[in-house]
């Protein structure tokens, strides 16, 4: 695993970078896939959300700024409201976090090919790697070490992932616990409407997602290119 603090400090290139955000901005993309987006785009700062807005009329933000309140977001960074949100169909989507989408964006810097990674996708994920060549470098980011000493649901999903993409079978209960049991996970057992227990249960739930969510850089972003 890569620190993200520590991506591009000492000139190092990767093949496949794979940031994993499991509470949530990875967990809320697949939820746009899973709707049914087909322009998706994450942006890694408020500025680049607001180019992209004036650019884009219509495009539907969704997310969140680190509490700042300063854009209008659609839907909150919530994966379980994406999926219940109506006036999400058929629109253009941008996607802001304070964790996934900064790391996303310095991933990019470092690696040819880029993938955002949750327990929701992590299958589509171990899929896409073990087609690749056995010399291939690849990064897996816990991105809430970010911002986090203690990002336990992201090195959950990274330990998986690292364990599946080489062809071995385990139990993935063990590592859904560990999101359930997480410091993160804690706020969503509180009755805050911002964070609600649905979004728990659809972050600590494995394979609904069958997109591995490659990105590329496009005018103002990152760009989610639909493989599945």
């Known amino acids: 695993m890569v620190d993200?603090?520590?991506?591009?400090?000492?000139?190092?290139?990767?093949?496949?970078?794979?940031?994993?955000?499991?509470l949530r901005c990875c967990t809320t993309l697949a939820a746009c896939i899973d709707i049914g987006s087909t322009q998706l785009t994450l942006v890694a700062d408020a500025e680049a959300a607001m180019r992209l807005m004036a650019m884009r009329e219509g495009?539907?933000?969704?997310?969140?700024?680190?509490?700042r309140g300063a854009l209008p977001f659609t839907v909150g960074n919530s994966p379980s409201r994406v999926l219940t949100s109506p006036e999400l169909s058929g629109a253009p989507i941008m996607l802001l976090s304070s964790n996934g989408t900064p790391v996303v964006t310095a991933a990019q810097r470092v690696a040819s090919d880029v993938y955002c990674g949750s327990f929701a996708n992590v299958n589509a994920i171990a899929d896409r790697l073990r087609t690749l060549q056995p010399d291939t470098r690849v990064a897996l980011i816990p991105?809430?070490?970010w911002t986090s000493d203690d990002a336990d649901e992201d090195l959950a999903c990274c330990e998986y992932l690292a364990t599946i993409m080489s062809g071995a079978t385990t139990d993935v209960t063990p590592f859904l616990d560990r999101v359930r049991q997480s410091a993160a996970a804690q706020k969503f057992l509180t009755g805050n409407v911002d964070f609600p227990e649905a979004d728990l249960d659809r972050c600590a739930t494995d394979g609904w997602c069958e997109d591995p969510l490659l990105v590329r850089p496009d005018a103002i972003g990152m760009a989610v290119v639909p493989t599945s």
Do not use: C, I
């Open 143 to 145: 991105s809430s070490t």
């Open 59 to 67: 495009t539907a933000l969704v997310g969140e700024d680190g509490g």
């Open 4 to 22: 993200p603090h520590k991506l591009g400090t000492n000139g190092e290139r990767y093949d496949v970078a794979v940031v994993v955000d499991v």
